[in-house]
């Protein structure tokens, strides 16, 4: 089940997110975030325009997707920066892509022109979601993040609704 976040979630979201820091494949944090430092940017969604949500395996929430405003000016408005994070005990099963249907299925009742997702080139998975959903490699930042000592490159997935 698909259903917009809650405030009650936000705990969830934020577990599953802190989850992935340690794999340095999805993420440029290097340290957990806590739940308090992230109610701002919980509170930037709303479903009208910027949803955040949250796909519920057998009661428990199991991974999230959001859509955030890209580069904060007005004419932007019609394009969304993606971002979607499976818990580690429910991956390959399937969740990325549920999430990600409902991102590009939803996107034009909410204004939304053309998605964009920041990858790290060596996030093999991530890339795939995205290529398997009509994505392009529209750039590519190199070298712009260091996990670990490891300069890493980062692509930009585009694709236009």
Do not use: K
């Not at 408005?77 to 249907?101: C, H, K």
């Not at 009742?109 to 998975?125: C, D, M, Q, R, W």
């Amino acid at each position: 089940m698909i259903r917009e976040a809650v405030l009650s979630d936000l705990p969830a979201i934020v577990s599953i997110y802190n989850d992935a820091i340690p794999g340095r494949l999805a993420t440029a944090d290097t340290t957990p975030v806590s739940v308090d430092s992230r109610r701002a940017w919980f509170e930037a969604h709303s479903p009208a325009r910027r949803p955040l949500w949250i796909l519920e395996d057998h009661g428990a929430i199991a991974a999230w997707a959001s859509l955030q405003s890209f580069y904060g000016r007005p004419a932007y408005d019609a394009t969304v920066e993606f971002s979607i994070y499976v818990a580690p005990t429910r991956l390959r099963r399937g969740l990325g892509r549920t999430l990600m249907n409902r991102v590009v299925d939803r996107c034009p009742s909410l204004g939304i022109e053309t998605l964009l997702g920041f990858v790290f080139a060596h996030n093999a998975p991530s890339i795939r979601l995205c290529e398997s959903f009509g994505f392009e490699r529209w750039g590519v930042l190199p070298r712009v993040a260091r996990l670990d000592g490891v300069e890493r490159d980062v692509l930009i997935f585009g694709r236009r609704l």
